[in-house]
């Protein structure tokens, strides 16, 4: 299946190692209806277009959904007989 995939996004099998195996994989909290731009390169080593190129293409309140439920499920701490505020995105992005 990996191999179908990788020709349709462009990639030459044959620009593969030879030693290491293509797969797919679900990535953790993203939706299967989200476009996905994986760079597996650090950002200093991006060129200027190509940064600017994430930054115009981000989809804010998707990042914002992902950091919050990332905080929630690993850093949060629930304390007794507190209000749950919950908080929408695309209004904190608009103020």
Do not use: C
């Amino acid at each position: 299946m990996p191999a179908p995939l990788l020709r349709i996004n462009g990639v030459a099998i044959e620009s593969l190692p030879s030693d290491k195996e293509a797969s797919v994989k679900k990535i953790t909290n993203v939706e299967d209806t989200w476009h996905m731009m994986i760079q597996n390169r650090a950002l200093i080593d991006l060129s200027d277009n190509e940064v600017t190129h994430i930054i115009e293409n981000l989809d804010l309140s998707k990042y914002l959904t992902l950091l919050h439920d990332g905080f929630e499920k690993n850093w949060r701490n629930v304390l007794p007989n507190t209000i749950d505020i919950k908080v929408n995105h695309d209004e904190v992005l608009n103020d």
